[in-house]
């Protein structure tokens, strides 16, 4: 399944202005960076312009423009082309600098933003799910990121208590330090 019509839009929406800037996060993200197992949808965090940035209320304006761009709806996603999307407005400074910092990189065709991979370990120390956990090892140990990179995120975004019980689970030897 191409994802090109799911970036196409995303860059529409910049264009358009609805969207001040993009970044695809989650496992189709990080399969730019590692090996990652399938994904069912596309998470695309967003940041937005103007006095209600701080609010949902432009994901309204957002969800309608996508539908009448031809999305169809289906419980919390947009189906654009045979992808799931879910746009997300999270309003928390790591997420805010992984958007910002976010790398152009090609998917069939269409230059889509992905976050960085140090800070896809981050946020993945930060929702501490056992496949998280193990999406951090596959970073370190794939090269995509170092344990120094990611420390320093940790240190600056107050996630040690992740950071602790990440190394309960993959010992330094297992995370490469």
């Not at 529409?12 to 949808?41: F, N």
């Not at 991979?117 to 794939?142: C, M, W």
Request: hydrophobic letters at 45%; zero cysteines.
């Amino acid at each position: 399944m191409s994802i090109s019509k799911v970036i196409s839009e995303l860059n529409r929406l910049v264009a358009d202005g609805l969207v001040a800037k993009y970044a695809i996060g989650g496992a189709v993200a990080a399969q730019a960076y590692i090996e990652t197992s399938s994904t069912e949808d596309i998470d695309a965090f967003v940041i937005v312009a103007g006095d209600e940035a701080k609010s949902l209320a432009p994901l309204g304006a957002i969800w309608s423009d996508l539908v009448a761009n031809g999305a169809k709806q289906d419980g919390q996603y947009l189906v654009i082309g045979d992808w799931p999307l879910q746009i997300l407005i999270i309003d928390e400074p790591l997420y805010a600098e992984a958007i910002v910092g976010a790398r152009p990189v090609d998917f069939d065709g269409q230059t889509a933003l992905l976050m960085p991979p140090e800070h896809l370990a981050a946020i993945a120390l930060n929702t501490g799910r056992s496949k998280d956990y193990q999406r951090v090892a596959e970073f370190i140990s794939q090269g995509s990121t170092t344990v120094e990179q990611i420390t320093e995120l940790v240190g600056r975004f107050g996630l040690q208590d992740a950071w602790k019980k990440y190394l309960t689970r993959f010992p330094p030897d297992d995370a490469n330090s």
